[in-house]
């Protein structure tokens, strides 16, 4: 049984959020662990084994970037920890080019100002990507979902430095 279906879900990236976590809050109370207390040791070792499915199940689902990763795997695409890297030559300089931005920003006069501009252009890219891997799930775009997904991660990844370099920035 995939996550999808052990949420009741037909495969797709579309979700409606309170909806998952509505159905996963009906899941966690149907099979915590807790309820089988008193039952006898193989259904309570069920139980602990099917909450902790539901909550990678839920984990896996509610979060875009992962569940797309799911959704590929499910299709003979996974993607999940590899380290393929990115063919696209556009992308590969423009991740050049905000890596030499970022350091910059260490000695830019006003630092708040350019990280909020490179954070609201990082987020633009991150907003298109996110865009473009909807249709091309839907579509079954498997290969270019795949490299969207790489790319994608690539940008959260730019998004976690930029926080880094913003509170070592704050500290001073």
């Given at each position: 049984?995939?996550?999808?279906?052990?949420?009741?879900?037909?495969?797709?990236?579309?979700?409606?959020?309170?909806?998952?976590?509505?159905?996963?809050?009906?899941?966690?109370?149907?099979?915590?662990?807790?309820?089988?207390?008193?039952?006898?040791?193989?259904?309570?070792?069920?139980?602990?084994?099917?909450?902790?499915?539901?909550?990678?199940?839920?984990?896996?689902?509610?979060?875009?970037?992962?569940?797309?990763?799911?959704?590929?795997?499910?299709?003979?695409?996974?993607?999940?920890?590899?380290?393929?890297?990115?063919?696209?030559?556009?992308?590969?300089?423009?991740?050049?080019?905000?890596?030499?931005?970022?350091?910059?920003?260490?000695?830019?006069?006003?630092?708040?100002?350019?990280?909020?501009?490179?954070?609201?252009?990082?987020?633009d890219e991150h907003k298109g990507l996110m865009s473009r891997l909807e249709r091309l799930l839907e579509e079954g775009a498997w290969e270019l979902a795949a490299d969207t997904v790489r790319k994608l991660k690539f940008v959260?990844?730019?998004?976690?430095?930029?926080?880094?370099?913003?509170?070592?920035?704050?500290?001073?």
């Amino acid at each position: 049984m995939n996550h999808f279906e052990l949420f009741g879900l037909v495969p797709g990236f579309a979700l409606d959020g309170a909806d998952l976590a509505q159905t996963y809050r009906r899941l966690q109370s149907q099979f915590h662990p807790d309820r089988f207390a008193a039952a006898p040791e193989g259904e309570r070792l069920a139980a602990v084994s099917r909450a902790a499915l539901i909550n990678e199940a839920y984990a896996v689902l509610k979060s875009p970037l992962r569940r797309a990763e799911y959704l590929l795997s499910l299709h003979q695409h996974d993607i999940r920890g590899e380290s393929r890297t990115l063919q696209d030559t556009a992308f590969l300089m423009q991740q050049m080019e905000w890596r030499e931005a970022l350091d910059e920003l260490r000695q830019a006069e006003e630092p708040e100002g350019a990280i909020d501009a490179f954070r609201r252009e990082i987020k633009d890219e991150h907003k298109g990507l996110m865009s473009r891997l909807e249709r091309l799930l839907e579509e079954g775009a498997w290969e270019l979902a795949a490299d969207t997904v790489r790319k994608l991660k690539f940008v959260d990844k730019m998004l976690e430095e930029l926080e880094r370099l913003e509170d070592s920035l704050l500290e001073l």
